[in-house]
């Protein structure tokens, strides 16, 4: 399973940005899906975390801003929808997915200017 993201770039604050991850390499369909960023600290922070059970989780630097969502059931593709966006969302953006293993991707470069 190999994860791809993208979508990341420049931004201004108060944009809007849309990542998008796809999985390639597995046929079956990935219920368990995250994005995390990793800013200047070179900490990972959840961003959303969502199993399909009918809510999705959320950091809370990122609620109410941030939305994430699936692609067509027959694709294994998210997105996180990410607006309002400031200085501070910068970073590289991860995707996530849970599929017997855990899997990462090779992350996205999302840059904010005041």
């Known amino acids: 399973v190999q994860l791809q993201a993208y979508g990341g770039g420049p931004a201004q604050a108060g944009g809007s940005l849309r990542l998008s991850c796809e999985a390639t390499?597995?046929?079956?369909?990935?219920?368990?899906w995250g994005w995390y960023r990793q800013g200047p600290g070179n900490t990972r922070e959840l961003i959303s975390l969502?199993?399909?059970?009918?809510?999705?989780?959320y950091g809370n630097s990122v609620k109410g801003r941030f939305t994430f969502s699936r692609g067509d059931e027959n694709t294994n593709r998210v997105y996180l929808e990410m607006n309002n966006l400031k200085p501070e969302d910068s970073g590289v953006y991860y995707c996530?997915?849970?599929?017997?293993?855990?899997?990462w991707g090779q992350g996205t470069l999302v840059t904010v200017s005041s």
């Open positions: 969502d199993d399909s059970s009918g809510s999705t989780q």
């Open positions: 390499g597995i046929r079956s369909r990935i219920y368990k």
């Open positions: 996530y997915a849970s599929y017997i293993g855990d899997y």
